[in-house]
């Protein structure tokens, strides 16, 4: 197939859109130039996708879809204009209908205490719903070459990341805004989700089959794993260091599982596994003193340190999760009502932004619904994981369950899911558990297996 074809099908589209929200999605809210170009991408692809999203919607499960469903209309129903006398009513308002009084009386306005910020949610959700509805036509094959894609977006972290993390200066190359010396940030503002999207290549890099099993395949996937890894520790990231271990358990099982179906060990085996043991040895040995022994003694400083103002931050977000609480203040409006309810003896110069709990800042935003919500996934994930291990497909199932966990994990101190780089890949990994499709896939009203 040529590559002006190959752009007109799901593999194709699908690959483009995750390449432009890894180059251009990793900055959150604050860059919303560069989401417009990810949203413009993906707005443009479901205009020319139209029997792929049709048939995700006829041959997806029932439940997959209302979860879709439910996550695009919950900002949708937050936009949708009250009376006075409704939305004054709402808990937390009070604030909002005064001010409407000083300004001439009450008017209509949304659930939301901000239109602007719920509206730049839900556009935020079209991107990931665009790799769900379009993924859902791949195959098992096409599905593991976006794997591939992924982990190759993976490694291009590396480029600017290893000349931040040299660097003196501590300002990161695409996104100046932050500072830290020292820290590699690479394609995306927050080193957290920079380590943590490490953390998920390494995972579909475990599961990803070697094309033939020579040394040299073998020995090229090591390698990309140590520098992946290497990575993860150049962010100097607590979390997604210790979420390292997904990766590495995940690798360990299939190692086993490996060992146990062939159950002899010829001795050239043993001599590849020490060849291989050893080349690896050979370059994290080389690689090291890129770390330093003030950068390794500085991650292990982090390890030591307390959670900073985190727990600070969560006391005053449950005060203000009770004020709105179940309605929620709206998607995307943390940031405008947490001053409310912040605590004047924990206020400092820098502003808090967000909750550094995405479930915390969930309930605020979006109430019971939200969480609701969260939780229908949550079950769905579960259920679709634990049916996908039963199939042959399980390796790269247990690395999508897996993609999904750390990003929960990592929720509990952070906010992972709130770029479009992170938000697309979620989608990808929903992908990897979800159930075989019913249909054939298609694409411009021809199948496309």
């Not at 989700?193 to 996937?221: E, M």
């Not at 550094?356 to 079950?379: C, P, T």
């Amino acid at each position: 197939m040529s590559s002006r074809g190959m752009l007109k099908t799901p593999l194709g589209q699908i690959s483009i859109l995750l390449i432009l929200a890894g180059l251009f999605g990793g900055g959150g809210a604050g860059y919303g130039l560069s989401n417009l170009v990810v949203q413009l991408a993906a707005l443009a692809i479901l205009a020319m996708s139209y029997e792929a999203v049709r048939s995700f919607f006829a041959s997806a499960p029932r439940a997959m879809i209302a979860l879709v469903l439910a996550a695009l209309a919950l900002p949708l129903i937050q936009l949708v204009p009250l009376p006075a006398a409704i939305w004054s009513g709402l808990p937390g308002r009070q604030l909002v209908a005064e001010a409407y009084g000083f300004a001439g009386g009450h008017t209509w306005s949304a659930l939301t205490v901000s239109q602007a910020r719920t509206f730049v949610a839900f556009i935020g959700l079209i991107a990931p719903f665009t790799v769900i509805a379009l993924g859902w036509s791949l195959d098992c094959e096409k599905r593991q070459r976006i794997m591939a894609v992924l982990i190759g977006l993976g490694m291009l972290n590396l480029v600017p990341g290893i000349a931040e993390a040299l660097g003196t200066d501590g300002l990161s190359l695409l996104y100046p805004a932050s500072a830290k010396p020292g820290i590699m940030f690479g394609l995306f503002a927050n080193r957290n989700s920079t380590g943590l999207f490490l953390d998920c290549c390494l995972l579909l890099l475990v599961a990803l089959p070697v094309a033939k099993r020579t040394a040299l395949g073998t020995l090229g996937k090591l390698l990309v794993a140590i520098l992946l890894t290497l990575g993860v520790f150049l962010t100097q990231s607590r979390s997604s260091i210790a979420l390292l271990i997904l990766p590495a358990s995940l690798a360990a099982a299939k190692a086993i599982t490996g060992y146990a179906k062939t159950s002899t060990f010829t001795f050239a085996t043993i001599s590849r596994a020490f060849v291989a043991a050893g080349l690896a040895s050979v370059v994290l040995i080389g690689l090291i003193p890129m770390l330093g022994e003030t950068r390794l003694g500085t991650i292990a400083d982090r390890f030591e340190q307390g959670d900073g103002q985190r727990s600070l931050i969560w006391e005053d977000a449950r005060f203000a999760a009770q004020r709105y609480w179940p309605v929620g203040s709206g998607m995307g409006t943390f940031d405008e009502v947490f001053q409310v309810d912040e605590s004047l003896e924990y206020i400092s110069p820098r502003r808090a932004g967000r909750a550094h709990n995405d479930y915390i800042e969930l309930a605020i935003e979006a109430g019971g619904f939200g969480l609701a919500v969260v939780l229908g996934w949550v079950a769905w994930i579960v259920f679709a994981a634990w049916r996908a291990v039963l199939t042959p497909q399980r390796w790269t199932a247990l690395a999508g369950a897996g993609i999904l966990v750390a990003m929960a994990l990592q929720s509990t101190l952070d906010f992972p899911l709130r770029n479009q780089t992170m938000l697309c890949l979620a989608a990808f990994a929903l992908l990897l558990i979800a159930p075989p499709r019913k249909l054939e896939p298609v694409s411009n009203g021809e199948p496309t297996s």
